[in-house]
């Protein structure tokens, strides 16, 4: 292609075009990026506005999708800038092994934040409706009310062990997978109040 070139331009601007070509492919690459990103952010918000996915669940996802974006166009650049495919390599295992350790070290998080995608996509229970979580070990009765929240981390219920307290209860969301769950949907007459235990005050 240089080749082709040099023979219809002015020698004079044959050495610039070392210069130049590069520049042009890494626009080229930067112009494609943002594009890119923007038509799966309209497919994004499009997608969240037909099947009413909640807010929460959109910014985690462009999050992701922004990052894979802008990741690969920067290696594409830094590849027309001359870096080695070994070097990139290495920077990308270096990369990966520091968010495998964070991984580790966040799991709790983590898995919050992925039962908060299950919670949206599967949809066990919705805003509005009252729920128990069951202990199976033992014979006291799990936290029961209705929900008012559904954000990454927690799942947020008035509580309505109390009638006359309406005290706010929030469930880790990876806590809800790991009993079994009662529901009652929010067009469905509400629960009676848990009784209180007889020993209590």
Known sequence: MLLRLKAWLPPWMHDWLDVIVPALQILLIVAVALVLHHLLRRLIFRASDHYQFPHEL????????????LGGATLLVLERLGVSAGV????????AAVGAVAFFAAWSVLSNIFCAFLIFMVGPFRVGDHI????????????TGQVTDINLLY?????SSDPGQRRQLQIPNALIF????????ADEPAPPPAPLPENSP
């Open 132 to 143: 128990e979580l069951l202990d199976t070990n033992t014979e006291k009765p799990g936290p």
């Open 58 to 69: 959109v910014k985690p996802i462009n999050a992701i999708v922004r990052l894979l974006v």
């Open 178 to 185: 790991q009993r079994v769950l009662r529901r009652w949907r």
């Open 155 to 159: 799942t947020t219920l008035i509580d």
């Open 88 to 95: 990139l390599w290495s920077a990308f295992t270096g990369f």
